[in-house]
T-cell receptor, first 121, second 113 residues
Framework: GAVVSQHPSWVICKSGTSVKIECRSL??????MFWYRQFPKQSLMLMAT?????????EQGVEKDKFLINHASLTLSTLTVTSAHPEDSSFYIC?????????????????FGAGTRLSVL | QKEVEQDPGPLSVPEGAIVSLNCTYS??????FMWYRQYSRKGPELLMY????GNKEDGRFTAQVDKSSKYISLFIRDSQPSDSATYLC?????????????FGGGTRVLVKP
């Protein structure tokens, strides 16, 4: 249980275009989803937290107009990188946390997707 | 000083050896402690999580939490080359909003055949 699917796994786009990344919880309802960015050989950096039906909460320094997050249902969140530029090239990872994801206490645990490698040319 | 400290490694061990990983933390209010494994270009995979001090075992993995010393450990018995990955410790401070994960920097482990 507690499977999170992220799609696509790799995307290449031209500078100035927008890219959408999907994150789905397959076997539990994700009341909260998180979006991270990871640079090579570094740990994960939280970009934003989203609760179903609410606006996302962005971390300091993250441009909310560039990284649009939608969490329209309990199983789906999307991250749209708008007007992407080469400096946006990175590894983006989502995670999900939910009330029915397994044993007692597991509702506080985040389960991660496989990540999306974005390359902006 | 970072809230969670973790030796970056790399930690190189021969196949079959015990891998010993640890993290120290500064905030005594952390309540949940997790270990994730991350292969190159993949998302982190949850290995174990604990809530209280003590040991928790799952197959070849044992997690230890010592809240009095603010120190957590992960042991991997009978290590295999497939265990070569980066291991991330993470902690949660439960509060009204967020419940965000605080990560260590990760330890790269190499298990040599």
């Amino acid at each position: 249980g507690a499977v999170v699917s992220q799609h696509p796994s790799w995307v290449i786009c031209k500078s100035g275009t927008s890219v959408k990344i999907e994150c789905r919880s397959l076997d539990f309802q994700a009341t909260t989803m998180f979006w991270y960015r990871q640079f090579p050989k570094q740990s994960l950096m939280l970009m934003a937290t989203s609760n179903e039906g609410s606006k996302a909460t962005y971390e300091q320094g993250v441009e909310k107009d560039k990284f649009l997050i939608n969490h329209a249902s309990l199983t789906l969140s999307t991250l749209t990188v708008t007007s992407a530029h080469p400096e946006d090239s990175s590894f983006y990872i989502c995670s999900a946390r939910g009330g029915d994801a397994g044993a007692l206490g597991a509702k506080n645990i985040q389960y991660f997707g496989a990540g999306t490698r974005l390359s902006v040319l | 000083q970072k809230e969670v400290e973790q030796d970056p490694g790399p930690l190189s061990v021969p196949e079959g050896a015990i891998v010993s990983l640890n993290c120290t933390y500064s905030n005594s209010a952390f309540q949940y402690f997790m270990w994730y494994r991350q292969y190159s270009r993949k998302g982190p995979e949850l290995l174990m999580y604990t809530y209280s001090s003590g040991n928790k075992e799952d197959g070849r993995f044992t997690a230890q939490v010592d809240k009095s010393s603010k120190y957590i450990s992960l042991f991997i018995r009978d290590s295999q080359p497939s265990d070569s990955a980066t291991y991330l410790c993470a902690m949660i401070l439960l509060k009204a909003a967020g419940n965000k994960l605080t990560f260590g920097g990760g330890t790269r482990v190499l298990v040599k055949p």
